[in-house]
């Protein structure tokens, strides 16, 4: 971009130029873009077969021996047989105390309190609903 020395800011010309570039620019390129893809549909692609890679080996692991059975490891004792015990009766169920009851209380009674006097009930008269005038947005009844 041009800059005027006074300004500072890049002239209308380096910009119309600039765009009108970028347009044809973008016109042609669009059209080789899209014949360059179908050109590129049409060939086959090679297919490219590598070798199978090598399986690392862990330096850091080391390999251990398989571990023997468990059985072998540690031996299972050999237990004399249970003696049969003889059959026992039944022992009678113990019985449980009688529960002791405990002796009913009298309910309380609640001391009685002076009744407050009745006082007259006082009517008060009903005014008379006002009336309003209707309001200007909304429409008379």
Do not use: N, W, Y
């Not at 300004?7 to 765009?19: N, Q, Y």
């Not at 692991?61 to 249970?82: A, Q, T, Y």
């Not at 309380?108 to 200007?136: A, D, Q, R």
């Amino acid at each position: 971009l041009q800059l005027l020395p006074s300004c500072g800011h890049p002239t209308m010309g380096s910009k119309s130029f600039l765009l009108g570039s970028f347009v044809v620019v973008l016109v042609f390129s669009s059209s080789d873009v899209c014949s360059a893809a179908r050109h590129l549909l049409d060939i086959p692609k090679p297919k490219v077969e590598l070798p199978p890679l090598p399986k690392p080996e862990l330096p850091h692991l080391p390999v251990l021996p398989p571990l023997p059975h468990h059985e072998s490891i540690i031996p299972k004792p050999e237990l004399p047989p249970l003696p049969k015990t003889p059959h026992l009766p039944e022992l009678p169920k113990p019985e449980l105390p009688k529960k002791h009851e405990e002796p009913s209380l009298p309910k309380p009674t609640l001391p009685t309190l002076p009744h407050e006097p009745v006082l007259p009930k006082v009517e008060v008269p009903k005014l008379p609903e006002p009336k309003l005038p209707p309001l200007p947005h909304l429409p008379e009844l």
